[in-house]
């Protein structure tokens, strides 16, 4: 069981928004700790999507966007495209484990 | 072009080891701390490893601690793990991956295209 809880799945119609959340225990994101996304199409390595919870690496479209609160955090996508389908992770700081944790993953279906 | 290459994986039987290498090229590796990230199949991901520039300060998961071992020659651009007392568990593709930002507000970016380990008999 990862230590940050994501959906298993989420889909979406092309055009749409989704998001996917990413919700924490005290120890991690409830602690400060920033949030990054990543995008692993399957069969390929990770990608960075949104690292300190909301800002986009050069290359990444400004359909994704990430933001943070004091208990969750959120990905969203909005103008969903048929290349959006992929699996998503969050990631974060743990200061109870004393290491960094990623949550379980979300599969994007953009039907 | 930042790329990081990985090798070394292949077909352990449990108890074995088994030595991972990656090669970074198109940044000045000597400054950023690194990482190793693996995935078993069909799963999620899971960080393992963070080694600093000057290999002064390295963390483990708890997973691997006490059995893996984490390193770099930056004369190299390499970074490696050396994996003892392999289980069937530790299963996975491992990923070399570059950890940007700051401590421990770290991200993982970018990746290797990893390399696949099976542990079996």
């Known amino acids: 069981q990862s230590v940050l809880t994501q959906p298993p799945s989420v889909s979406g119609a092309p055009g749409q928004r989704v998001t996917i959340s990413c919700t924490r225990s005290s120890s991690n994101i409830g602690a400060g700790y920033d949030v990054h996304w990543y995008q692993q199409v399957p069969g390929t390595a990770p990608k960075l999507l949104i690292y300190?919870?909301?800002n986009r690496p050069s290359g990444v479209p400004d359909r994704f966007s990430g933001s943070k609160s004091d208990t969750s955090a959120s990905l969203a996508i909005t103008g969903l495209q048929a290349e959006d389908e992929a699996d998503y992770y969050c990631q974060s700081y743990d200061s109870s484990l004393s290491g960094w944790v990623f949550g379980g993953g979300t599969k994007l279906t953009v039907l | 072009e930042v790329q990081l290459v990985e090798s070394g994986g292949g077909l352990v039987e449990p108890g074995g080891s088994l030595r991972l290498s990656c090669v970074a090229a198109?940044?000045?590796?000597?400054?950023?701390?690194m990482s190793w990230v693996r995935q078993a199949p069909g799963k999620g991901l899971e960080w393992v490893s963070s080694?600093?520039?000057?290999?002064?300060?390295?963390s483990y998961s708890d997973s691997v601690k006490g059995r893996f071992t984490i390193s770099r020659d930056n004369a190299k651009n390499s970074l490696y793990l050396q994996m003892n007392s392999l289980r069937a568990e530790d299963t996975a593709v491992y990923y070399c991956?570059?950890?940007?930002?700051?401590?421990?507000?770290?991200?993982?970016?970018?990746w290797g295209q990893g390399t696949l380990v099976t542990v079996s008999s």
């Open positions: 991956a570059r950890f940007s930002g700051s401590y421990p507000y770290n991200w993982f970016d970018p």
């Open positions: 198109g940044f000045t590796f000597s400054d950023y701390r």
């Open positions: 300190g919870n909301n």
């Open positions: 080694i600093i520039s000057r290999s002064t300060s390295i």
